[in-house]
């Protein structure tokens, strides 16, 4: 685990300046609210407010993400006004949560942006009860999210826009389909009941910590899309949960709260959070722990106890996502990671022709949005298959199998990026071999995708020219591809989950 965090790929820096980024405007957020005489509530809550901001805004362009962050406040403040004004009546509270988090859930229907308001509104009612808000408390904690959105906006759009510079990365959708044969339709019914069970076990646990299982059922349910993702991520969940609260007893305790070693550690944690996001949700776990133990250090209130109780209810929250994803109109991993599978395919074929374009001469050809959205589908792969090849399975064989298609996948993803490069190059040039090679990858994406039976040929030896010789390495992925995802389809699916 260690290994895979600190020696991922990160190309152009993009995780460090993410999270440098990200500490840079959840400290100006703080810093202006502390400016305008908020209380330290008040101050606690527009970092929290900042850090949402800039965590789950992902928008392909820098346009939608400033549209995005400009909606968050109308997503977030009447949450928040709701949550305060129920705070005194429990059994409306407990069911307008549920109401936001079906809601939330539901929204990924309609892409990031959706993803986004959903995350925010949910995570606005899990900050009132975090911080008890009241009535009397709403207009200064409005007043931080507003100051807060703002100060993050303007680190994000003004101070250090870098995607600018970049191209705009397609995010892709999730699977598509009508009333419960949505993937979001069902997830919002399973986070729900999830939650529901999280919610009542949490309060016997603890009447006045029971958030905290409802907010590791909702995070459980972020970002999947099956019921093996879901038990991935819980366990995961867990297991950053307790290695950071082990490194909290070590170092959140001692320091007691005190203002300056408490805002380093905070600086730190909220950097580890957003550099560790991409590559290890444990290690992000491991840090939100960090940050919620520091927080609770300023106000006063952190001990061991409360760190086992931490403990209890975020295991409580996990076992809630698990019940509802294996009981509650449970989406299966193999039907959802053969549909990414496939989606990346048609991206590989995508990539390839707009290159083959660009190296016939159209000007309008642009291959690299297809690479950008090509990684995301092959990371949406990844998520996918983590049931398989997590060490807790069981099924050797199909680990192997999942193993080897990734292994290909990524071989296809190198040699498209390798072709791209050739493409950029203006001295590079087009003859029929190119042409000819660009139709057997598109005869091979066929053959592994629904309705293709040809069998897939390996290529021959391959040439010396570079564009053709990225276009073999692609040939022979894709050949080598068809073992092992016909072997799955022939006896047992990839992922039996």
């Known amino acids: 685990m260690l290994k895979r965090v600190f020696v991922a790929p990160d190309p152009g820096r993009a995780r460090s300046r993410f999270a440098a980024r990200a500490v840079l405007g959840i400290g100006l957020a703080v810093v202006v609210c502390g400016l305008t005489g908020q209380s330290l509530v008040g101050a ?4 929290l407010a900042a850090l949402l901001a800039l965590f789950t805004v992902t928008d392909a362009t ?3 993400q400033a549209v995005t962050t400009a909606l968050l406040p109308a997503a977030g403040l009447p949450v928040l006004a709701a949550a305060a004004e129920l705070h005194a009546h429990p059994v409306a509270r407990d ?24 995350v925010f509104a949910f995570m606005t009612f899990y900050v009132a009860e975090f911080l008890h808000a009241t009535p009397g408390q709403l207009p200064g904690l409005c007043a931080a999210v507003l100051l807060s959105v703002l100060s993050a906006a303007a680190v994000r759009f003004g101070v250090w826009c870098y995607e ?66 879901t038990l991935v991520r819980g ?26 070693p ?9 950097f580890g959070i957003f550099y560790t996001a991409a590559v290890s949700y444990t290690w992000m776990m491991l840090w939100v722990t960090v940050l919620a133990e520091s927080l609770y250090g300023l106000l006063g209130v952190l001990s061991p106890g409360l760190l086992a109780l931490r403990l209890t209810e975020t ?59 090509l990684e995301q589908l092959l990371g949406r792969v990844r998520l996918s298959v983590a049931p398989l090849v997590h ?32 493409a950029a190059d203006p001295e590079a040039s087009h003859d029929a071999r190119l042409a000819a090679a660009c139709w057997r990858v598109e005869a091979a994406v066929e053959s592994l995708t629904p309705g293709g039976a040809e069998h897939v040929h390996s290529p021959a030896e391959p040439p010396v020219e570079p564009a053709l010789a990225h276009l073999h390495g692609l040939e022979r992925a894709l050949s080598d591809l068809a073992e092992p995802l016909r072997a799955r389809s022939a006896s047992s699916p990839l992922i039996g989950a």
């Not at 366990?235 to 307790?242: E, K, L």
């Not at 490194?247 to 001692?254: H, M, S």
């Open 62 to 64: 820098v346009r939608g």
């Open 44 to 47: 606690v809550t527009g970092g």
């Open 235 to 260: 366990f995961r969940r867990v297991m950053g949960t307790v290695i950071g609260i082990v490194l909290g007893v070590a170092v959140a305790v001692p320091v007691h709260g005190a203002p300056l």
């Open 315 to 373: 295991g409580v929250g996990a076992l809630g996502a698990v019940l509802a994803v294996l009981f509650v109109l449970p989406v299966t991993t193999h039907v959802t990671t053969d549909a990414w599978i496939q989606r990346a395919l048609r991206c590989v074929h995508a990539c390839t022709a707009e290159a083959a374009a660009r190296l016939a001469g159209d000007p309008d050809a642009d291959p690299a949005p297809r690479v950008a959205e």
């Open 391 to 422: 060490p807790l399975n069981l099924a050797p064989a199909r680990k192997r199998r999942a193993r080897r298609v990734l292994a290909l996948l990524d071989d296809c993803a190198r040699e498209v990026r390798g072709l791209v490069a050739v």
């Open 262 to 270: 408490t805002v380093v550690l905070v600086a730190v944690a909220v």
């Open 164 to 229: 600018r510079r970049l191209p705009p990365a397609a995010v892709p959708a999730p699977p598509a389909g009508r009333g419960l044969a949505r993937v979001t339709t069902r997830q919002a019914v399973q986070a729900t009941a999830g939650a529901g069970f999280a919610l009542l076990v949490g309060q016997l646990v603890s009447g006045q910590r029971w958030y905290w299982a409802v907010g590791a059922t909702w995070w459980v349910f972020v970002n999947t899309a099956s019921r093996g993702e």
């Open 95 to 118: 069911l307008a949560l549920l109401a936001v988090i079906g809601a939330g859930v539901y929204a990924r229907r309609w892409g990031p942006r959706g993803h986004s308001l959903g």
